[in-house]
Nanobody, 116 residues
Framework: QVQLVESGGGLVQPGGSLRLSCAAS???????MGWYRQAPGKQRELVAT???????DAVDSVKGRFTISRDNAEDTVYLQMNMLNSEDTAVYYC???????????WGQGTQVTVSS
C-alpha cells in the first residue's frame, strides 16, 4: 500500500511557475511515478512519468515547460511547472504504478489555477 500526498498547487498568473510535490508513505524506488491532470469537463490525462532509474516521458504540450523529478531517498516526486498558461488549469494527481502488477496508487489531487 502506497499513500500519496500532493502539495504545492495554487493560483498563479499566466507565465508564472509552480512546483508540485508528492510525498509517499513508503518506498517508491521500484515504482513508476507520474503526474496526471484533469481539467473541468475533461478526462484525466498523463502529464509526465519517471521511472526508478530516472527515465522520463512527458506529453508534448508540457515539454520544455514542465520537469518531473524524484528523490528516491526522500520518497518524493516533484513537478516543476514553468511558463504556465490557462490550459494548464486542472487538478493535478500524483500516481505510483507498480512495474509488474501495474497496480495504481493515487493521491487526492492538488488544484492548479492559472489566471490573471
Amino acid at each position: 500500500q502506497v499513500q500519496l500526498v500532493e502539495s504545492g498547487g495554487g493560483l498563479v498568473q499566466p507565465g508564472g511557475s509552480l512546483r508540485l510535490s508528492c510525498a509517499a508513505s513508503s518506498r517508491i524506488l521500484i515504482y513508476i511515478m507520474g503526474w496526471y491532470r484533469q481539467a473541468p469537463g475533461k478526462q484525466r490525462e498523463l502529464v509526465a512519468t519517471i521511472t526508478g532509474d530516472g527515465s522520463i516521458d512527458a506529453v508534448d504540450s508540457v515539454k520544455g515547460r514542465f520537469t518531473i523529478s524524484r528523490d528516491n531517498a526522500e520518497d518524493t516526486v516533484y513537478l516543476q511547472m514553468n511558463m504556465l498558461n490557462s490550459e494548464d488549469t486542472a487538478v493535478y494527481y500524483c500516481n505510483a504504478r507498480h512495474p509488474v502488477s501495474q497496480h495504481d496508487y493515487w493521491g487526492q489531487g492538488t488544484q492548479v489555477t492559472v489566471s490573471s
